[in-house]
């Protein structure tokens, strides 16, 4: 069987080639030293961190990914930056610091995903230089995810697992988030 895909690189559609690639990590040690640079600002490159036990699946990256390229390329960012963007709308959410809370990563977080947008390649090197963690499969996600939590941040209700899956029910509230 073939080793695990241990990075994952997405196009966005209208985004002059930038691309996003994603990478997942367990039994992260340094979360709270990576939270204080992202705080201060001084963490280099700038890179998204997520709370990967509230993302079940790569879908809702990518679809909050395309929602904050768009408003990049509008000017229209309600963030300090691009990758606070893809964070601030996976929440599906109006309330900036809240998502930033929830979605972004804490001092204790072990399980999280990094998301770069980037014109090139990936600066892979770097990325796994930063995160003091064991860098998994991306197809490991949504075996990670606290579900419970999943559907109490998003409101999830059993009628809409009904007619479809929690991603499905996650990205229709990133595409009605901000409208």
């Not at 075996?143 to 009904?162: G, N, Q, R």
């Amino acid at each position: 069987m073939p080793d695990a895909v241990k990075q994952i690189t997405l196009s966005l559609v209208n985004s002059q080639e930038q691309k996003l690639t994603v990478w997942l990590f367990t039994n992260v040690r340094n979360a709270k030293n990576i939270q204080q640079q992202l705080v201060a600002g001084s963490l280099e490159p700038e890179l998204a961190f997520i709370n990967a036990l509230v993302v079940p699946d790569l879908l809702i990256v990518h679809a909050a990914a395309q929602k904050a390229m768009a408003a990049h390329l509008r000017g229209s960012l309600r963030t300090r930056s691009l990758h606070a963007e893809l964070v601030y709308n996976i929440a599906g959410s109006k309330h900036v610091g809240q998502s930033l809370q929830r979605f972004g990563i804490s001092e204790d977080s072990k399980s999280i995903l990094v998301a770069s947008f980037h014109t090139g390649d990936p600066d892979a090197g770097r990325v796994r230089s930063i995160v003091e963690g064991e860098s998994v499969g991306l197809d490991t996600l949504s075996s990670l995810a606290d579900m419970d939590t999943v559907k109490k941040f998003y409101k999830i209700v059993p009628a809409e697992l009904e007619v479809g899956t929690v991603a499905d029910a996650i990205c229709c509230r990133i595409a009605a988030s901000h409208c």
